[in-house]
């Protein structure tokens, strides 16, 4: 065989092996998809037509919210003479006040962080009646677009929401969230797309596997 031929043969073997290992990374799952995808197909162009509003802190708590509970606090355990409904009261406050230093204290704030991650990413799964991302949560912002199909979300109460092509839904950080891709909400369609765009600060662990809060 001469040389340029055999060139030729080993650069093909190299591109077959290199396509043979995309197909397998992309073909992986972690937490149902939210870190692998396939992109579509090039002029591919797609416009979201409804978005919602999101905390860039991962406790989903403010400073003014703990000033408030402070001043609640204050306010009550300044009462010499309290009556048993003012006890009440103060008990509940100060327990919520503990609850949301301690969330705000140990949250991840986006604003807070030098450097940040963005990964976007592009799934294709069919409707399935097992299929699910699995419970988990996010270090930073999330938004998924959904380009053709029907997500089904759930959050740890085991609420539910449909996010369908042309919406877009913007996940806070610290948010337990579970998604579906239900086939009696998908009859019809071969696969649920959706884009997902990740940002995290860097160095942190992204997306954070969860306990199951509820079966839905």
């Not at 978005?51 to 703990?66: D, K, P, R």
Request: with cysteine; aromatic share 8%.
């Amino acid at each position: 065989m001469r040389p340029t031929i055999q060139r030729l043969v080993r650069s093909v073997a190299k591109l077959a092996a290199f396509a043979t290992l995309v197909t397998l990374v992309s073909a992986s799952s972690v937490l149902g998809t939210l870190t692998t995808g396939t992109l579509p197909t090039a002029g591919f162009t797609f416009t979201s037509v409804l978005s919602n509003t999101v905390s860039i802190s991962g406790s989903g708590v403010t400073a003014e919210q703990i000033a408030t509970l402070q001043k609640y606090v204050k306010n009550l355990s300044a009462i010499s003479n309290r009556t048993a409904s003012q006890d009440a009261a103060l008990a509940s406050y100060a327990a919520r006040l503990a609850d949301y230093q301690a969330r705000y204290a140990a949250s991840m704030d986006l604003r807070a962080s030098k450097a940040a991650n963005v990964k976007t990413t592009y799934s294709r799964v069919p409707p399935s009646a097992t299929f699910e991302s699995g419970w988990h949560s996010h270090n930073g912002p999330v938004i998924v677009t959904v380009t053709n199909g029907t997500l089904t979300f759930y959050d740890k109460a085991c609420g539910t929401w449909d996010v369908s092509a042309g919406q877009t839904f913007i996940e806070s950080p610290g948010q337990l969230l579970n998604a579906k891709t239900l086939p009696a909400k998908n009859a019809g369609i071969e696969n649920v797309e959706w884009f997902t765009t990740r940002l995290f600060p860097a160095g942190a662990i992204d997306p954070v596997p969860a306990a199951v809060p509820c079966t839905p």
